[in-house]
């Protein structure tokens, strides 16, 4: 089973910017595709962003393309998702997801799943 660890969550104005991290334990996160999704209550968990294993390449739901950046460092085998011009929409609780070579935006494809962090915009 793969290990992931969330953080970065918390509570910011509309407009304001937030930096989730998640961490890998006992695997490498750059030999995997990395998604970010989130869920707000009431609603299903939807994809947001992925970045494939090694080349990098990125992926972003409309609804974040152009505020929402994703990364990975290696050296620290942790990927980012900067998030920038946050709306009230945005609230929701943040996971990171591990799955094969190739990125999705369907929660169905990933098998291992992080605990979320909890982000939260308003004024």
């Known amino acids: 089973q793969l290990q992931l660890v969330e953080s970065g969550g918390g509570l910011v104005h509309p407009g304001g910017s937030l930096r989730l991290s998640c961490a890998a334990s006992?695997?490498?996160?750059?030999?995997?595709?990395i998604g970010w999704f989130r869920q707000a209550p009431g609603k299903e968990r939807e994809g947001v962003s992925c970045?494939?294993?090694?080349?990098?390449?990125?992926y972003y739901a409309d609804s974040v393309k152009g505020r929402f950046t994703i990364s990975r460092d290696n050296a620290k085998n942790t990927v980012y998702l900067q998030m920038n011009s946050l709306k009230p929409e945005d609230s929701a609780v943040y996971y990171c997801?591990?799955?094969?070579?190739?990125?999705?935006?369907?929660?169905?494809?990933?098998?291992?799943w992080g605990q979320g962090t909890q982000v939260t915009v308003s004024s």
């Open positions: 006992r695997f490498t996160l750059d030999y995997y595709a």
């Open positions: 970045i494939k294993s090694r080349d990098g390449t990125t």
């Open positions: 997801a591990a799955r094969g070579d190739y990125c999705s935006l369907g929660r169905t494809d990933f098998p291992s």
